[in-house]
């Protein structure tokens, strides 16, 4: 079982959905949950990072964790063609420096 | 915001020629930077850790003769693809954590690298 799990995809929702993205991960250590967007051949961009548990939020973009059931979610309202990415969940222990990211689910948003 | 710079952003070379991608914090200092790999519809694979003045720690597996880093200040570490192969054809991205006390990374765009 991989320490992180995240649904590849590939994801299509016509413009204006609500866009639910989720990672589960089994270990109990992880603090920092961070997700990122990446565009094709670019590095990923930092979304949104929170620590421990409850809700963030940004603009039109909510993350969630779930410590309990180890769970993070992002939600992304309103969606845009523009949103259409690579989503990837990355996550790592207090005082440990190395991420471990999830596979990444690839987002299409039909205009 | 924190901006990691990393180029070039593409480089094309001949088999066996040696290549170096820089990597640039440009309103921080980053005593840490990780150079990370991505093959073609896959997740990111962590490659080694640049620290600032001391050797590099290299993941499991990965060649630290052909893969040389250099860290020699706080804001720039380099990655040397040594008697590069096609086979070390990929994005290769750098990374370093911007935000004091937060174990979060900012990463640089990436370079991807091609060997003919």
């Known amino acids: 079982q991989k320490e992180v799990e995240q649904d590849p995809g590939p994801l299509s929702v016509p413009e204006g959905a609500i866009v639910s993205l989720n990672c589960t991960y089994s270990?109990?250590?992880?603090?920092?949950f961070m997700w990122y967007r990446q565009y094709s051949r670019k590095g990923p961009e930092l979304l949104m990072y929170?620590?421990?548990?409850g809700n963030k939020e940004d603009g039109r973009f909510t993350a969630q964790v779930d410590k309990s059931s180890k769970y993070i979610s992002l939600f992304i309202r309103d969606s845009q063609p523009s949103d259409s990415a690579t989503y990837l969940c990355?996550?790592?222990?207090?005082?440990?420096?190395?991420?471990?990211f999830g596979t990444g689910t690839r987002l299409t948003i039909i205009p | 915001g924190a901006v990691v710079s990393q180029h070039p952003s593409r480089v094309i070379c001949k088999s066996g020629t040696s290549v170096k991608i820089e990597c640039r914090s440009l309103?921080?200092?980053?005593?840490?930077m990780f150079w990370y790999r991505q093959f073609p519809k896959q997740s990111l694979m962590l490659m080694a850790t640049?620290?600032?003045?001391?050797?590099?720690?290299?993941e499991q597996g990965v060649e630290k003769d052909k893969f040389l880093i250099n860290h020699a200040s706080l804001t720039l570490s380099t990655l040397t693809v040594t008697s590069a192969h096609p086979e070390d054809s990929s994005f290769y991205i750098c990374?370093?954590?911007?935000?004091?006390?937060?174990?979060?990374?900012?990463f640089g765009a990436g370079s991807r690298l091609t060997v003919l």
């Open positions: 640049s620290n600032e003045g001391s050797k590099a720690t290299y």
């Open positions: 309103d921080f200092q980053a005593t840490t």
């Open positions: 270990n109990s250590a992880f603090q920092y």
């Open positions: 990374s370093a954590r911007a935000f004091p006390g937060a174990n979060v990374l900012t």
């Open positions: 990355a996550m790592t222990a207090r005082g440990n420096e190395k991420l471990t």
């Open positions: 929170t620590y421990s548990s």
